[in-house]
């Protein structure tokens, strides 16, 4: 996995859920705190999700074959969904079902002290965790939003974990709130209420994950920015005049499809035309590193066909890729 691919982030993240998971089970089994059950499997889900996305990075790093010629650059994005299912499906559901249940019979908690200090370890670990993943995609980030980079990121680790991470840090907040408040009133519907938030946190956020996900498995585009750096390369001004429509999409994260119809004169020879279609393919790689399939056709331009083509379509549709 390349480095954009967050792989420190996801170690992290690995070594300090497993660690904390060990502890939270260990606080569960002394105080019977149903938040702290519910964070237990939480944090081994989040293991389970870092382990598969470093399987999906391992995977995707596989030579192209004649049944997938163009690589296995996706399994990237296939492992990042089934993150969002796990993350849903084992932390989100089973910390709702566990709440429902704390609230309908509660209790109070017996060694509270297990919980509270188990908890205040986690937010330590699980900052340690974020904070490596804020630093790696402020690397990637720009300045872009971080709204923006969850959802643009072509990559899917660092979005993962940067999810899952600040989803933690919130429901150990939500599970310390719990704790502390069935001490406080000695009545244990707190830490079911508790439990139930964590829970609808963790579904929220496996949500967004999923649909994110859910996108690039369906094939996006290359971005704004690295669209006009293609388009731009393209067209030297001697023999290719111009773009006359052009298609992008990503293999994998660092992996991009070109496909784009230009324009030639018509008196140029196939030689010349064939040496202009080589020095544009150099040029859009050295313009856009990751463009590593790159399909060009040469088409004679006719404007007056072209302005009744683009009377009843949408131009913005045959020039930006999208």
């Not at 944090?43 to 997938?68: F, P, V, Y």
């Not at 492992?79 to 499906?89: A, D, K, R």
């Not at 993943?133 to 974990?161: D, M």
């Not at 840090?169 to 310390?176: D, F, N, Q």
């Amino acid at each position: 996995m390349s480095a954009s691919g967050g792989t420190k982030a996801i170690v992290a993240a690995l070594g300090a859920n497993l660690a904390i998971a060990a502890a939270k089970f260990v606080a569960f089994a002394f105080s019977g705190s149903s938040s702290m059950l519910a964070e237990g499997v939480h944090s081994i889900a989040d293991s389970g999700n870092q382990g598969l996305l470093l399987l999906g990075g391992k995977k995707a790093k596989r030579a192209a074959t004649a049944e997938h010629p163009f690589g296995y650059g996706r399994e990237r994005y296939i492992y990042g969904f089934l993150v969002s299912i796990v993350l849903f499906t084992i932390g989100g559901v089973f910390a709702l079902y566990e709440g429902y249940e704390k609230i309908h019979e509660p209790h109070e908690l017996d060694n509270w002290f297990w919980p509270v200090g188990v908890l205040v370890f986690a937010i330590i670990a699980e900052g340690f965790s974020f904070r490596t993943a804020i630093k790696e995609s402020n690397e990637l980030r720009g300045k872009q939003t971080w709204t923006q980079f969850v959802r643009r990121a072509k990559a899917p680790e660092l979005p993962v974990v940067l999810l899952e991470d600040f989803g933690a840090l919130v429901g150990l907040v939500l599970a310390l709130g719990g704790v502390g408040l069935t001490l406080a009133t000695g009545n244990g519907v707190w830490d079911g209420i508790g439990t139930m938030c964590i829970g609808a946190l963790l579904v929220l956020i496996a949500l967004v994950l999923a649909a994110e996900t859910k996108s690039l498995l369906l094939g996006e585009a290359a971005g704004p920015e690295q669209v006009a750096k293609i388009r731009e390369a393209i067209v030297d001004g001697e023999v290719v005049t111009r773009v006359i429509h052009m298609r992008t999409l990503h293999l994998g994260p660092e992996e991009l499809l070109v496909a784009a119809k230009i324009a030639v004169r018509n008196d140029d020879t196939a030689a010349q035309v064939a040496q202009a279609i080589d020095a544009a393919e150099a040029r859009i790689r050295e313009a856009v590193p990751i463009a590593r399939v790159i399909y060009l056709e040469p088409d004679i331009y006719d404007e007056t066909a072209a302005a009744a083509t683009t009377a009843t379509a949408d131009p913005a549709k045959n020039t930006d890729g999208h």
